[in-house]
Each structure stands twice: as structure tokens, then as C-alpha cells.
């Protein structure tokens, strides 16, 4: 759930995009939203799909399983994934934009910010 919603029980047209952006990166790396062990660690996917961006290791999110797919596609659903679930509502793309992101092969110019719910394990990034 949006972070707006959770905090505020306030729901919006940008709770709609944060959910999206969940599926999205929820596709692309083949894991759950709630935590997975990552190694010796528990993480939450919003928590190492940002982790990987900022750590410009973007590949570790993709599922392996994922062999017949463009990894440049691949890399541009996770950037938008990451604009979606960003913590500030404001900060979120409409959907308007996201469609518009996903039809077209330019570069996006928008940096994605903390996530929400921005896990307490990679509080240092």
C-alpha cells in the first residue's frame, strides 16, 4: 500500500501509480514485495531494487529467468518502477506519464527518489 494511504488513510490517483510501480518491479526481478532472503539478510524488494540502483548494480534485480528479454527494456520498467513507488505522492508519475514513459525509447530524465516504506536494513544508502 502507498505510504499516504498506510500513514494517512488517505487513497489517490498516485496510490494507483505506487501499486503499479510494485507489480512492475515485482515482474522484472521474479520476487514478492514482502521480504525474501537476500543472502544472510531479510530485504523487502523496494528496499533492493533501490539499494541496486544506487548502487548502480541494476542488473541483481532482474530475474535470471528473464533470458529473452531486452535488457535495456528491462532496465527502463525498473526505472520506472522506482518513479512509482517513490515515498512523496507528488513525486509519483501520473499514469498519463507512465504509459507515455513505457511506449516510448527515449531516455527518461526523471531520478527516482527514496522509495517508500524504504527499509530500516539499508538505512546507510
Known sequence: MAS???NQSRF???SDVFSFGVIVLEIVSGQKIGSFWNGDNAEDLLSY???NWRQDTILNIIDPMLTTCS???MIRCIHIGLLCVQENANDRPTMGSV??????HSLIH?????????SQYNSEI
Open 99 to 104: 504509459a507515455s514513459m513505457l511506449n516510448s
Open 110 to 118: 526523471l531520478v527516482p527518489s527514496k522509495p517508500a516504506y524504504y
Open 49 to 51: 531494487a533501490w539499494r
Open 12 to 14: 489517490s490517483v498516485k
Open 4 to 6: 499516504e494511504y498506510v
Open 71 to 73: 535488457r535495456n527494456e
